[in-house]
Protein backbone atom coordinates (compact mmCIF):
# COMPACT_ATOMS: atom_id res chain seq x y z
CA UNK A 1 0.00 0.00 0.00
CA UNK A 2 3.04 2.49 1.16
CA UNK A 3 4.39 1.69 -2.86
CA UNK A 4 1.28 2.73 -4.34
CA UNK A 5 1.04 6.11 -2.35
CA UNK A 6 4.32 6.71 -3.33
CA UNK A 7 3.79 6.11 -6.59
CA UNK A 8 0.61 8.19 -6.73
CA UNK A 9 2.50 11.10 -4.44
CA UNK A 10 5.35 11.16 -7.64
CA UNK A 11 2.93 10.93 -10.79
CA UNK A 12 0.53 13.42 -8.82
CA UNK A 13 3.20 16.08 -8.73
CA UNK A 14 4.21 15.46 -12.23
CA UNK A 15 0.65 15.79 -13.47
CA UNK A 16 0.00 18.88 -11.97
CA UNK A 17 3.28 20.39 -12.50
CA UNK A 18 2.65 20.09 -16.10
CA UNK A 19 -1.09 20.79 -15.93
CA UNK A 20 0.48 24.48 -14.51
CA UNK A 21 3.13 24.13 -17.25
CA UNK A 22 0.02 23.74 -20.30
CA UNK A 23 -2.57 26.18 -19.01
CA UNK A 24 0.50 29.02 -19.89
CA UNK A 25 1.09 27.09 -23.04
CA UNK A 26 -2.68 27.31 -24.22
CA UNK A 27 -3.04 30.62 -23.21
CA UNK A 28 -0.06 31.87 -25.32
CA UNK A 29 -1.75 29.81 -28.57
CA UNK A 30 -5.13 31.25 -27.58
CA UNK A 31 -4.09 34.78 -27.38
CA UNK A 32 -0.88 35.78 -28.49
CA UNK A 33 -2.00 35.68 -32.22
CA UNK A 34 -5.19 38.11 -31.18
CA UNK A 35 -2.81 40.28 -29.12
CA UNK A 36 -0.24 40.54 -32.17
CA UNK A 37 -3.24 41.89 -34.10
CA UNK A 38 -3.79 45.13 -32.06
CA UNK A 39 -0.11 46.35 -32.60
CA UNK A 40 1.11 44.62 -35.95
CA UNK A 41 1.87 46.87 -38.28
CA UNK A 42 -0.21 44.68 -40.62
CA UNK A 43 -2.69 42.25 -39.62
CA UNK A 44 -1.43 39.35 -41.75
CA UNK A 45 1.70 39.86 -39.41
CA UNK A 46 -0.47 38.91 -36.45
CA UNK A 47 0.27 35.18 -36.20
CA UNK A 48 4.36 36.01 -35.75
CA UNK A 49 4.64 35.68 -32.25
CA UNK A 50 3.10 31.94 -32.46
CA UNK A 51 5.99 31.22 -35.04
CA UNK A 52 8.57 32.55 -32.95
CA UNK A 53 7.19 30.29 -29.79
CA UNK A 54 7.63 27.23 -32.16
CA UNK A 55 11.03 28.20 -33.50
CA UNK A 56 11.95 29.11 -30.01
CA UNK A 57 11.21 25.43 -28.86
CA UNK A 58 12.69 23.86 -31.71
CA UNK A 59 16.10 25.57 -30.89
CA UNK A 60 16.37 25.16 -27.51
CA UNK A 61 15.89 21.21 -27.76
CA UNK A 62 19.27 20.66 -27.84
CA UNK A 63 20.91 22.80 -25.51
CA UNK A 64 18.14 21.86 -23.21
CA UNK A 65 19.07 18.61 -23.99
CA UNK A 66 22.92 19.44 -22.90
CA UNK A 67 22.39 21.25 -19.94
CA UNK A 68 20.03 18.33 -17.93
CA UNK A 69 22.95 15.62 -19.43
CA UNK A 70 25.17 18.49 -17.52
CA UNK A 71 23.60 19.49 -14.34
CA UNK A 72 20.46 16.64 -14.30
CA UNK A 73 16.67 17.18 -14.86
CA UNK A 74 15.60 19.05 -11.83
CA UNK A 75 18.25 22.08 -12.70
CA UNK A 76 17.30 21.91 -16.54
CA UNK A 77 13.28 22.81 -15.70
CA UNK A 78 13.92 25.40 -13.04
CA UNK A 79 16.51 26.68 -15.80
CA UNK A 80 13.97 26.34 -18.86
CA UNK A 81 10.98 27.83 -16.18
CA UNK A 82 13.31 30.90 -15.10
CA UNK A 83 13.81 31.29 -18.80
CA UNK A 84 10.24 31.44 -19.42
CA UNK A 85 9.57 34.35 -16.52
CA UNK A 86 11.92 36.44 -18.03
CA UNK A 87 10.50 35.50 -21.71
CA UNK A 88 6.65 36.60 -20.37
CA UNK A 89 8.00 39.72 -18.76
CA UNK A 90 9.64 40.93 -21.63
CA UNK A 91 6.26 40.05 -23.79
CA UNK A 92 4.49 42.41 -20.97
CA UNK A 93 6.69 45.19 -21.30
CA UNK A 94 6.28 45.14 -25.30
CA UNK A 95 2.94 44.97 -24.89
CA UNK A 96 2.67 48.08 -22.50
CA UNK A 97 4.95 49.86 -24.85
CA UNK A 98 3.18 48.19 -28.20
CA UNK A 99 6.63 47.51 -29.30
CA UNK A 100 5.43 44.40 -31.88
CA UNK A 101 9.13 43.64 -33.08
CA UNK A 102 9.63 43.26 -29.03
CA UNK A 103 6.56 41.26 -28.52
CA UNK A 104 7.31 38.89 -31.31
CA UNK A 105 11.32 38.23 -29.98
CA UNK A 106 10.03 37.88 -26.51
CA UNK A 107 8.14 34.98 -27.31
CA UNK A 108 11.12 33.31 -28.73
CA UNK A 109 12.43 33.26 -24.91
CA UNK A 110 9.11 31.08 -24.43
CA UNK A 111 9.78 28.84 -27.05
CA UNK A 112 12.89 27.98 -25.52
CA UNK A 113 11.66 27.79 -22.08
CA UNK A 114 9.14 25.34 -23.69
CA UNK A 115 12.15 23.29 -25.34
CA UNK A 116 13.15 22.32 -21.13
CA UNK A 117 9.59 21.30 -20.41
CA UNK A 118 9.34 19.00 -23.15
CA UNK A 119 11.11 16.52 -21.05
CA UNK A 120 9.26 16.69 -18.36
CA UNK A 121 7.77 13.41 -19.71
CA UNK A 122 10.72 11.72 -19.78
CA UNK A 123 11.82 12.65 -16.21
CA UNK A 124 8.08 11.39 -15.45
CA UNK A 125 8.77 8.22 -16.92
CA UNK A 126 12.13 8.10 -15.29
CA UNK A 127 10.81 8.47 -11.88
CA UNK A 128 9.19 4.85 -12.23
CA UNK A 129 9.86 1.21 -12.49
CA UNK A 130 9.75 0.43 -16.08
CA UNK A 131 6.22 -1.40 -15.47
CA UNK A 132 5.00 2.09 -14.92
CA UNK A 133 6.38 3.84 -17.78
CA UNK A 134 2.99 3.91 -19.67
CA UNK A 135 1.05 4.60 -16.53
CA UNK A 136 3.34 7.76 -15.61
CA UNK A 137 3.07 9.10 -19.57
CA UNK A 138 -0.60 8.82 -18.99
CA UNK A 139 -0.63 11.00 -15.97
CA UNK A 140 1.28 13.67 -17.99
CA UNK A 141 -0.82 13.96 -20.92
CA UNK A 142 -4.38 13.62 -18.83
CA UNK A 143 -2.39 17.23 -17.24
CA UNK A 144 -4.06 18.35 -21.12
CA UNK A 145 -7.43 18.33 -19.73
CA UNK A 146 -7.73 20.49 -17.17
CA UNK A 147 -5.69 22.80 -19.33
CA UNK A 148 -7.98 22.82 -22.53
CA UNK A 149 -10.63 24.65 -19.95
CA UNK A 150 -8.27 27.19 -17.81
CA UNK A 151 -5.67 28.36 -20.81
CA UNK A 152 -8.80 30.14 -22.48
CA UNK A 153 -10.48 31.11 -19.38
CA UNK A 154 -6.97 32.95 -17.86
CA UNK A 155 -6.75 34.75 -21.57
CA UNK A 156 -10.57 35.65 -21.10
CA UNK A 157 -10.16 36.92 -17.63
CA UNK A 158 -6.22 38.96 -18.18
CA UNK A 159 -7.74 40.24 -21.85
CA UNK A 160 -9.37 43.53 -20.00
CA UNK A 161 -7.87 42.93 -16.80
CA UNK A 162 -5.95 46.72 -18.05
CA UNK A 163 -8.12 48.62 -19.85
CA UNK A 164 -5.92 50.78 -21.43
CA UNK A 165 -3.89 47.91 -22.39
CA UNK A 166 -5.90 44.87 -24.26
CA UNK A 167 -4.43 41.67 -23.32
CA UNK A 168 -1.24 43.05 -21.22
CA UNK A 169 -3.33 40.92 -17.59
CA UNK A 170 -2.72 37.36 -20.00
CA UNK A 171 0.60 37.81 -19.82
CA UNK A 172 1.01 38.89 -15.94
CA UNK A 173 -0.99 36.17 -15.36
CA UNK A 174 1.19 33.88 -17.22
CA UNK A 175 4.25 35.29 -15.17
CA UNK A 176 2.25 34.47 -12.35
CA UNK A 177 2.12 30.57 -13.77
CA UNK A 178 5.14 30.16 -14.45
CA UNK A 179 6.35 31.20 -10.98
CA UNK A 180 4.01 28.33 -9.51
CA UNK A 181 5.48 26.43 -12.20
CA UNK A 182 9.09 26.91 -10.89
CA UNK A 183 7.63 26.03 -7.01
CA UNK A 184 6.06 22.89 -8.09
CA UNK A 185 9.66 21.88 -10.10
CA UNK A 186 10.78 22.04 -6.55
CA UNK A 187 9.27 19.40 -5.46
CA UNK A 188 9.69 16.72 -8.36
CA UNK A 189 11.63 13.85 -7.34
CA UNK A 190 15.07 13.32 -8.96
CA UNK A 191 14.87 9.64 -10.84
CA UNK A 192 17.67 7.49 -8.87
CA UNK A 193 20.29 5.21 -10.12
CA UNK A 194 18.11 1.93 -8.43
CA UNK A 195 14.92 3.11 -11.03
CA UNK A 196 16.97 3.94 -13.67
CA UNK A 197 18.52 0.81 -14.08
CA UNK A 198 15.15 -1.02 -13.97
CA UNK A 199 14.05 0.83 -17.17
CA UNK A 200 16.27 -0.98 -19.27
CA UNK A 201 15.67 -3.34 -21.85
CA UNK A 202 18.27 -3.42 -24.36
CA UNK A 203 20.57 -6.14 -23.42
CA UNK A 204 22.91 -5.83 -26.26
CA UNK A 205 25.63 -4.27 -24.51
CA UNK A 206 27.44 -4.36 -21.17
CA UNK A 207 27.37 -2.56 -19.33
CA UNK A 208 24.01 -1.18 -19.82
CA UNK A 209 25.61 2.58 -18.50
CA UNK A 210 27.95 3.00 -21.92
CA UNK A 211 27.21 5.39 -24.74
CA UNK A 212 26.70 3.28 -28.05
CA UNK A 213 27.90 5.13 -31.05
CA UNK A 214 25.71 7.40 -32.46
CA UNK A 215 25.81 5.18 -35.87
CA UNK A 216 24.31 2.44 -33.75
CA UNK A 217 21.10 4.56 -33.30
CA UNK A 218 21.39 5.32 -36.97
CA UNK A 219 20.76 1.91 -38.11
CA UNK A 220 18.70 1.05 -35.14
CA UNK A 221 15.02 0.63 -37.28
CA UNK A 222 12.90 0.29 -33.82
CA UNK A 223 14.00 4.06 -33.16
CA UNK A 224 13.01 5.53 -36.47
CA UNK A 225 9.69 3.55 -36.01
CA UNK A 226 8.74 5.22 -32.58
CA UNK A 227 10.25 8.41 -33.77
CA UNK A 228 8.36 8.63 -37.20
CA UNK A 229 4.72 7.45 -35.05
CA UNK A 230 5.19 10.71 -33.17
CA UNK A 231 6.63 12.72 -36.11
CA UNK A 232 3.53 12.07 -38.49
CA UNK A 233 0.93 11.79 -35.62
CA UNK A 234 2.41 15.60 -34.31
CA UNK A 235 2.67 17.49 -38.11
CA UNK A 236 -1.09 15.44 -39.12
CA UNK A 237 -2.48 16.96 -35.84
CA UNK A 238 -0.96 20.24 -36.11
CA UNK A 239 -1.80 20.69 -39.84
CA UNK A 240 -5.66 19.98 -39.42
CA UNK A 241 -6.17 21.33 -36.69
CA UNK A 242 -4.21 25.09 -37.55
CA UNK A 243 -6.41 24.91 -40.51
CA UNK A 244 -9.74 24.22 -39.06
CA UNK A 245 -10.75 27.82 -37.99
CA UNK A 246 -9.90 29.09 -41.18
CA UNK A 247 -11.95 25.85 -43.34
CA UNK A 248 -15.27 26.22 -41.00
CA UNK A 249 -15.07 30.16 -41.47
CA UNK A 250 -15.12 29.53 -45.19
CA UNK A 251 -18.30 27.04 -44.46
CA UNK A 252 -20.26 29.50 -42.92
CA UNK A 253 -19.72 28.95 -39.08
CA UNK A 254 -18.63 31.28 -36.43
CA UNK A 255 -15.99 31.55 -34.34
CA UNK A 256 -17.73 30.18 -31.14
CA UNK A 257 -18.28 27.06 -33.47
CA UNK A 258 -14.73 26.16 -34.23
CA UNK A 259 -13.72 27.12 -30.36
CA UNK A 260 -16.06 24.65 -29.22
CA UNK A 261 -14.93 22.07 -31.97
CA UNK A 262 -10.99 22.64 -30.88
CA UNK A 263 -12.35 22.09 -27.21
CA UNK A 264 -13.19 18.71 -28.04
CA UNK A 265 -10.43 17.65 -30.45
CA UNK A 266 -8.57 18.63 -27.08
CA UNK A 267 -10.12 16.52 -25.11
CA UNK A 268 -9.96 13.50 -27.38
CA UNK A 269 -6.24 14.01 -27.36
CA UNK A 270 -5.62 13.53 -23.51
CA UNK A 271 -8.68 11.39 -22.26
CA UNK A 272 -7.63 8.20 -23.94
CA UNK A 273 -4.81 8.85 -21.47
CA UNK A 274 -6.53 7.49 -18.44
CA UNK A 275 -6.89 4.31 -20.35
CA UNK A 276 -3.95 4.31 -23.19
CA UNK A 277 -1.72 3.56 -20.50
CA UNK A 278 -3.19 0.00 -20.13
CA UNK A 279 -3.12 -0.31 -23.43
CA UNK A 280 0.28 -0.08 -23.62
CA UNK A 281 1.06 -2.75 -21.22
CA UNK A 282 -1.78 -4.89 -22.48
CA UNK A 283 -1.29 -4.70 -26.65
CA UNK A 284 2.30 -3.31 -26.37
CA UNK A 285 3.30 -0.09 -28.61
CA UNK A 286 3.78 -0.89 -31.80
CA UNK A 287 -0.10 -2.43 -31.92
CA UNK A 288 -1.05 0.57 -30.23
CA UNK A 289 0.86 3.07 -32.62
CA UNK A 290 -1.39 0.53 -35.29
CA UNK A 291 -4.68 1.36 -33.49
CA UNK A 292 -3.68 5.03 -33.55
CA UNK A 293 -2.78 4.87 -37.37
CA UNK A 294 -6.66 3.26 -37.69
CA UNK A 295 -8.45 5.98 -36.10
CA UNK A 296 -6.45 8.77 -37.89
CA UNK A 297 -7.70 6.73 -41.36
CA UNK A 298 -11.22 6.94 -39.76
CA UNK A 299 -10.60 10.91 -38.78
CA UNK A 300 -10.00 11.24 -42.81
CA UNK A 301 -13.17 9.31 -43.39
CA UNK A 302 -15.65 11.71 -41.10
CA UNK A 303 -14.19 14.55 -42.60
CA UNK A 304 -15.31 13.74 -46.28
CA UNK A 305 -18.69 13.20 -44.81
CA UNK A 306 -19.51 17.02 -45.31
CA UNK A 307 -18.84 20.42 -43.86
CA UNK A 308 -21.76 20.79 -41.31
CA UNK A 309 -20.85 21.16 -37.57
CA UNK A 310 -21.17 17.39 -36.81
CA UNK A 311 -18.51 15.94 -39.75
CA UNK A 312 -16.04 18.84 -38.49
CA UNK A 313 -16.14 17.79 -34.54
CA UNK A 314 -16.55 13.89 -35.24
CA UNK A 315 -13.22 14.33 -37.31
CA UNK A 316 -11.23 16.06 -34.74
CA UNK A 317 -12.11 14.28 -31.94
CA UNK A 318 -11.01 11.40 -33.80
CA UNK A 319 -8.25 12.80 -34.71
CA UNK A 320 -7.37 13.36 -31.14
CA UNK A 321 -7.97 9.94 -30.14
CA UNK A 322 -5.27 8.95 -32.51
CA UNK A 323 -2.60 11.29 -32.42
CA UNK A 324 -2.57 10.00 -28.32
CA UNK A 325 -2.67 6.62 -29.25
CA UNK A 326 0.22 6.71 -31.72
CA UNK A 327 2.18 9.37 -29.43
CA UNK A 328 1.57 7.27 -26.44
CA UNK A 329 2.82 4.14 -28.42
CA UNK A 330 5.81 5.79 -30.11
CA UNK A 331 6.52 7.56 -26.97
CA UNK A 332 6.72 4.06 -24.25
CA UNK A 333 8.94 2.12 -28.26
CA UNK A 334 11.48 5.16 -27.92
CA UNK A 335 12.48 4.74 -24.24
CA UNK A 336 13.28 1.22 -24.98
CA UNK A 337 15.22 2.21 -27.56
CA UNK A 338 18.53 3.49 -25.40
CA UNK A 339 20.28 3.58 -22.58
CA UNK A 340 19.97 5.91 -19.84
CA UNK A 341 23.52 7.57 -20.89
CA UNK A 342 22.20 8.35 -24.08
CA UNK A 343 18.88 9.49 -23.24
CA UNK A 344 19.93 12.70 -23.61
CA UNK A 345 21.09 12.68 -27.13
CA UNK A 346 18.67 10.77 -28.18
CA UNK A 347 15.58 12.97 -26.79
CA UNK A 348 16.98 15.57 -28.21
CA UNK A 349 16.90 14.15 -31.87
CA UNK A 350 13.45 13.01 -31.26
CA UNK A 351 12.25 16.41 -30.28
CA UNK A 352 13.82 17.97 -32.82
CA UNK A 353 12.35 16.22 -35.99
CA UNK A 354 9.05 16.08 -34.47
CA UNK A 355 8.91 19.96 -33.94
CA UNK A 356 10.37 20.04 -37.35
CA UNK A 357 7.91 18.14 -38.57
CA UNK A 358 5.36 20.20 -36.49
CA UNK A 359 6.41 23.44 -37.88
CA UNK A 360 6.13 22.47 -41.79
CA UNK A 361 2.72 20.98 -41.34
CA UNK A 362 1.72 24.31 -39.52
CA UNK A 363 3.02 26.46 -41.89
CA UNK A 364 1.83 24.44 -45.29
CA UNK A 365 -1.94 24.07 -43.15
CA UNK A 366 -3.36 27.38 -44.02
CA UNK A 367 -2.01 27.47 -48.25
CA UNK A 368 -3.16 23.82 -48.76
CA UNK A 369 -6.24 24.89 -47.08
CA UNK A 370 -6.51 27.61 -48.74
CA UNK A 371 -6.02 25.96 -52.82
CA UNK A 372 -7.03 22.12 -52.32
CA UNK A 373 -10.24 22.91 -49.81
CA UNK A 374 -9.95 20.71 -46.24
CA UNK A 375 -11.85 17.52 -47.60
CA UNK A 376 -8.98 17.50 -49.97
CA UNK A 377 -6.67 18.60 -46.93
CA UNK A 378 -8.11 15.65 -45.14
CA UNK A 379 -6.70 13.28 -47.72
CA UNK A 380 -3.09 14.71 -47.44
CA UNK A 381 -2.79 12.41 -44.20
CA UNK A 382 -3.48 9.17 -46.22
CA UNK A 383 -0.20 8.72 -47.68
CA UNK A 384 1.74 9.34 -44.57
CA UNK A 385 -0.20 7.06 -42.28
CA UNK A 386 -0.09 3.98 -44.92
CA UNK A 387 3.76 4.37 -44.73
CA UNK A 388 3.77 4.21 -41.10
CA UNK A 389 1.53 1.59 -40.96
CA UNK A 390 3.73 -0.81 -43.56
CA UNK A 391 7.07 0.09 -41.32
CA UNK A 392 5.51 -0.67 -38.11
CA UNK A 393 3.76 -3.82 -39.61
CA UNK A 394 7.59 -4.80 -40.13
CA UNK A 395 9.16 -3.99 -37.32
CA UNK A 396 6.68 -6.13 -35.59
CA UNK A 397 7.36 -9.05 -38.19
CA UNK A 398 11.14 -8.28 -37.36
CA UNK A 399 11.17 -8.68 -33.53
CA UNK A 400 8.19 -11.01 -33.08
CA UNK A 401 6.40 -8.22 -31.33
CA UNK A 402 3.11 -10.27 -29.95
CA UNK A 403 -0.09 -8.44 -28.23
CA UNK A 404 -0.67 -9.66 -24.51
CA UNK A 405 -3.92 -11.22 -24.15
CA UNK A 406 -6.32 -9.33 -22.14
Given at each position: ?10 L???S ?9 TV??M????L???N ?7 A??PI??VI?G?L ?10 KW ?5 G ?6 I ?6 LI?Y????K?FILF ?7 GF???F??YL ?5 E????H ?11 A ?8 PL??L?G ?9 L ?7 FN ?5 F??L ?10 NT????N?L ?5 V??F??H ?8 S?L???F???I??ML ?14 M?A ?7 H ?7 SFF???L?R ?9 L ?7 E?F?A?QG??F???A?A ?6 GW???Y ?5 L ?10 N????V?D ?7 I ?5 A ?11 L???S ?8 AL??FF???N????KL?
Amino acid sequence: MKKIIDKLQILGIFSITQTVFQIGTVMIMAVSALAGQNIAPAPESASLPISFVILGTLLGLIPASRIMKWKGSKFGLLTGTVIGILGAALISYAMYEKNFILFSVAHLLYGFHQAFIQYLRFVAMESVPTHDRASALSWILIAGIPAAFLGPLAGLYGKELFPNSLYLGCYLILIFNLCLQFFFILFLPTPNKEITNTNLTNNDLSPRTSVRPFSYHIQNFGLWVSILATAFSFGIMAMLMSALPVAMKSHGHEMHASTLVLQWHILGMYIPSFFSGQLVRKMTAPYLILLGIFVMALESFAALQGTDFLPFATALILLGIGWNFMYVGGTNLLVEQYHPSEKNSIQAVNDTIVYSFAILSTYSAGYLENKIGWLSLNLVSIPFLVIMAALVVFFIQKNGKKPKLI
